[in-house]
């Protein structure tokens, strides 16, 4: 793991070369193309190769930095965003140089072609570039000190709480142990067609065949410990997607050199088979080197099977080379460096490897606490929120039984964003340290270390305990109405508000309310009446959300009045509340219910006759007096875009002083309603709830998740009560369009 972060460390400073030397590479050959310079041409390659180079490198020290910059709180989707763009450009980089290797300079046409791909995928590094440098504005990502993300999502909580199970660990480890067995076949083949020419012929056939058949089976095998076959979500991930795609090239390779060898029965398919498996040798080390864990990213396994690909990709980029290089050298060190890869294989564990001292380690705690492994050893960290005590146990590698420490004292170091803070611990028994870490009261994620005579452990991420990640391979099948982030496989209660899980529906919203669902409206002499149906039924069942069941927000149609009322369920189903508009006009009502078994629906209805919805042409300030409170808005990202997941934070002062005594309103620390500026977009955002009932107190800041659908301002309004005040405080923002769309971000971004 200190590997890791030395490596997550030197992400920004190897950045700049393959920027560089990339668009060096491409303007070298337009100059050769235009100016039909060979020399241009020459050096083109050469800084094509580095660039390329350079580029992996600085990939996999960036997937590093992935690793801890979501333990630091840099929401995930935000660094997959960043991860796809670097993803695509990396791949399609490493499939430019293979084709330039064997291009020759003469072939104008194929240049032109080369030089027009090489400039598109230039322009996905810029993109790559810009949302890096957007982690780092945004969320402080890699800034020494920084907060980084300190209001993080149910979504994220439960990214950095998931863990492969010990199945899925066996059954990785058994499928690159498979594919060790073939590279030795494949190894012994090589090795016999070279040192032992008169065998040749009868090995002719073997590494076309294993290339194959290797390919299948990679193909449909390699990911069922993660998906079943009938799983679409295998297409969206990318170490899926790694996969298939080196099988496709592996059977590809394989069928043509069985093509080639059955159009000749000369010994010069030999040598270029060999010639083949060299160049599928470079894409497959320059793939390895782009291995992305998106199960379980933020955990201590990931860290090590990026340190597994990084050597195995370094060994297969070598055996390329060598072979590519064509010195008399080449048919030792060819056969030689497969050896070595298959060895790796043969030997691979799922994890943080054996020749880094660790290998394999029972990675769950007897007291249900965060492990970091320790090679011989593993260490279990404990947290209770709610009393800040601390306490870490170490046990052996795969027993629950302490092994006493040559020390009284240890040191846990805690991370919160980018900022550490020592925490020491006393003895109590050999083996068992305990203390307080009073400053982590109420925490809901942090990153630790500790600190033992000769050794540093790493702990994977520690979450509160009312969070459980679900395992990658298992589709959680229920979802809380009013907790997202909430998801189970059996149906249940949510352990937050306890309201039953309904069915996860996955289907986007293209209405504020599903199809079948109405709501009847009447105003008459100030008394208002709602009912609810669907498919023509009453619906009588509905949920208690935030101490009712149905929420009803009223604005004028130019969005300068708001009001948040409830109307009481009448014996006939329906739902009544007497009612005055403060003056005559057109008003907007925004209905929100939840059915028993299904999720929210939200109704939109007008009064008072259509009305044009107003010009929101107000300034988008960030901070605004009401009565005798100053309320600041604070966002993040600083600039907010369509379909990216943003915070909204409210901080509120009087006479200059922070506020600390809000209390819970309607079951809840706040509320957060946004309305867009034509009024067909409603979103109704609570803060993030992690205990069954809010906290007594709380402020000066109450943040809310949403996420804006579409690009444009919004009307946003913060409800917040102290005392017997209901403090009100409405702001303007704009949101930007994504420079990605939206649909390729649904289509290629996998959760």
């Known amino acids: 793991m200190e590997f890791t972060r030395f490596m997550a460390e030197m992400h920004p400073r190897l950045v700049p070369f393959p920027v560089v030397l990339l668009l060096a590479a491409l303007l070298l050959d337009l100059i050769g193309l235009l100016s039909r310079n060979s020399r241009a041409h020459w050096a083109g390659r050469w800084a ?299 030997t691979y564990t799922e994890g943080i490897p054996w020749w880094a001292g660790v290998g394999h380690y029972n990675r769950w705690g007897a007291n249900s606490g965060t492990i970091a492994p320790l090679g011989h050893e593993r260490a279990e960290l404990t947290f209770d929120k709610d009393t800040g005590q601390m306490a870490v146990r170490v046990f052996e590698r795969f027993e629950d039984k302490l092994v006493p420490v040559d020390a009284t004292n240890i040191t846990v170091v805690v991370a919160q964003g980018y900022r550490e803070t020592a925490v020491p611990l006393a003895l109590v028994e050999p083996g068992h340290y305990a203390g307080r870490a009073d400053f982590l009261k109420g925490a809901l994620q942090f990153d630790a270390r500790v600190e033992l005579p000769g050794r540093t452990g790493y702990f994977d991420p520690w979450v509160t305990p009312n969070i459980t990640g679900i395992p990658p391979n298992v589709v959680a099948k229920f979802v809380c109405p009013m907790h997202e982030g909430i998801r189970a496989v059996e149906p249940g209660n949510c352990q937050l508000c306890g309201m039953a899980l309904v069915p996860a529906d996955s289907r986007p919203r293209t209405a504020l309310h599903d199809p079948g669902y109405e709501m009847a409206h009447t105003y008459k002499a100030g008394h208002l009446v709602l009912t609810p ?24 149609a130019d969005l300068k009045f708001f009001d948040h009322i409830h109307p009481v369920r009448q014996p006939d189903g329906s739902y009544a509340i007497d009612y005055r508009f403060p003056e005559n006009g057109s008003y907007l009502l925004f209905a929100d219910i939840t059915p028993v078994g299904d999720r929210s629906q939200v109704f939109r209805m007008e009064i008072g006759g259509r009305g044009q919805p107003g010009s929101l042409d107000l300034p988008t300030a960030s901070a605004r007096e009401v009565g005798q409170y100053h309320v600041q ?108 769309p939206q649909w390729i971000q649904t289509a290629f971004l996998n959760d």
């Open 533 to 556: 149906r669907c498919n023509g039924e009453l619906v009588r069942d509905l949920q208690i959300v935030h101490e009712h069941p149905l929420h009803l927000i009223i604005v004028s």
């Open 48 to 346: 094509l190769l580095a660039g390329t180079g350079t580029l992996l490198l600085a990939f996999i020290c960036g997937i590093c930095a992935e690793i801890w910059a979501g333990r630091a709180g840099v929401p995930h989707h935000q660094i997959q965003i960043h991860e796809f763009a670097a993803t695509a450009a990396s791949w399609g980089f490493i499939a430019l140089l293979s084709w330039r290797l064997f291009l020759e300079d003469q072939h104008r046409r194929s240049l032109t072609a080369f030089l027009v791909c090489g400039f598109a995928l230039y322009g996905l590094i810029a993109l790559a570039g810009f949302y890096g440098g957007k982690l780092v504005t945004d969320y402080g990502a890699a800034v020494t000190g920084a907060r980084a993300d300190s209001v993080q999502s149910l979504h994220d909580l439960n990214i950095l709480a998931q863990r492969q199970t010990d199945q899925n660990l066996a059954y990785s480890d058994f499928m690159h142990r498979s594919a060790g067995a073939f590279v030795l076949a494949l190894t012994i083949a090589i090795a016999v067609r070279e040192f032992w020419p008169h065998h040749a012929p009868k090995v002719r056939w073997v590494g076309p065949a294993l290339l194959k058949v290797g390919g299948v089976l990679l193909f449909f095998c390699a990911d069922l410990d993660l998906y079943a076959l009938s799983d679409p979500r295998q297409f969206l991930d990318r170490e899926a997607q790694m996969h298939k795609l080196i099988s496709l090239i592996m059977v590809a390779v394989g069928l043509r050199l069985l093509w080639k060898q059955w159009r000749s029965a000369e010994e010069s398919p030999g040598r270029y088979q060999n010639r083949i498996i060299a160049i599928l040798a470079l894409v497959g080390g320059g793939l390895l080197f782009t291995h992305v864990h998106t199960v379980a990213p933020y955990a201590n396994v990931a860290a090590g099977v990026y340190l597994n690909h990084i050597v195995m990709g370094t060994v297969a980029l070598a055996i390329g080379a060598v072979k590519l290089w064509e010195t008399r050298w080449t048919r030792f060190f060819f056969p030689a460096f497969l050896g070595v890869e298959s060895f790796l294989l043969l």
């Open 633 to 740: 808005l604070i966002q993040q990202p600083r600039t907010l875009v369509a379909g990216r997941e943003a915070h909204l934070a409210f901080r509120l002062e009087r006479a200059g002083q922070p506020v600390l005594d809000l209390e819970p309103y309607i079951g809840a620390l706040g509320h957060c309603v946004v309305i867009s500026e034509d009024t067909q977009t409603y979103l109704h955002s609570h803060p993030e709830q992690f205990t069954p009932t809010p906290p007594p107190h709380g402020g000066p800041v109450v943040a809310f998740h949403t996420t804006f659908p579409r690009p444009g301002r919004y009307k946003v309004w913060g409800q917040f009560r102290r005392g017997t005040e209901i403090i009100v405080a409405d702001f303007v923002v704009e949101v930007k369009a994504p420079l990605i």
